[in-house]
């Protein structure tokens, strides 16, 4: 009874814009290996500053003993840090009693693991239960529908021996999940399972995710990670990296920004909902870590509705149809002014590289000349693109008669290109 009217205490506490996991200076030191015997210690985790919203999925990765373990058992309560604050939905479980610590974890916290943990000699369902007499009681029913939820129905009363690893895993789904927890803490979910299983978890994290439920996972594997909406990096202890982008990444942000410069280049205003921006993460959510970056700002679009006319990209041979925009609730989206520097180093390899393809290689399919620009505006180097400018005697437009940001090479004299702004102000 003490606990619950604590718990509830906690939630009111809790107001919804707070982080729902904060680690403040958190530190976890183990006592060095007993033949050093130097008195030293171990920093798996050293001074983590940290904030993890509400809903948010962080995937952590960094390489093996960089204390990503230690990180989420410090988060699931299994651990105390040696000092620092973790702060989980308004509450500091840093230094409450152990009781305590258990309390929050039935309550908040679902494990999966990547060894899946379960009791060998109980079923799939006995398994579910267990997880639900340590939270409340068994509910042989429930237990039932949580493994329905994971496609496992059928396999209620088969032992961990009979079932694939995929299987074995989706039932330590159903078994995290049985609390309802609000945090859900993988340990490598997909380590050991092949492709097929693989897909089924991240499907069911997937859902999860949708649920609204904070998904903190640790995985090695890019790809995995690149569905959460941050990673984050360890490195000895220490974060590394807020966000590490991925190659993916970095290009949809490039396509971003070339769209943004063409856009204010014909003297359009870029809308958050009319912009057509083909990569991995949805567009707004591209564009909320560009202006994380400082790259693009963005405002409500004015009440007033106004036109945008027609116009072809020549840089990518796309149509951007006319339209009537109204202020219902859409983002006019600008460039900052490293944005548009961005923007105009992008611009500048794609159009130089169209040029080289059409002028010195004598390229004549126009396909192939966009596919190949593309690629290259990614990936040239600041000192590439220089020469090659220098080699194709600093142009001043692209095959299309669009104009080449001047860059470095080109000199006071030569660079006469005009930024898109200052072709929008003329018009
Ligand atoms: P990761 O999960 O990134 O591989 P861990 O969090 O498991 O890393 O480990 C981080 C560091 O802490 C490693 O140097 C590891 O040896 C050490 N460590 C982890 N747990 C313990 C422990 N219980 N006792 C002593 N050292 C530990
Ligand atoms: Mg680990």
Redesign the pocket.
Known sequence: MNNASMNQASINQASTNKPMIELKNVT?A??A?AEQDNGGL?R??DGIALAIARGEWVAMM????????????LIGCLDRPTSGEIWLDGENVAGISTNDLNRVRAEKIGFVFQQFHMIPYLTAVENVMLAQYFHSMTDEKEALEALDRVGLKDRAYHLPSQLSGGEQQRVCIARALINDPKIVLA?EPTGNLDAANEEIVLRLLRELHRQGRTIVM?THDPVVARLADRRIE?HH?KIANQEVFFMQDEEQFDEILEELFVLQEHGEIAESDHMEVHGALPVSIALEKLQGMDLVTTRPHPPESHNHKTFVNPCHDALKPAGVSIGDGALIVELTPRGLKRAEDIIRRHRLAERLFTDSLAMDSETEIEQQACKFEHILSSEATDKICTFLNHPKTCPHGSPIPPGPCCGRATGTARSPVAISRQR
Do not use: C, H
């Open positions: 976890k183990y006592p290996k171990i798996a985790l960094g390489p093996s003993g960089s204390g990503k373990s230690t990180l989420i058992n340990d640790v360890l202890g």
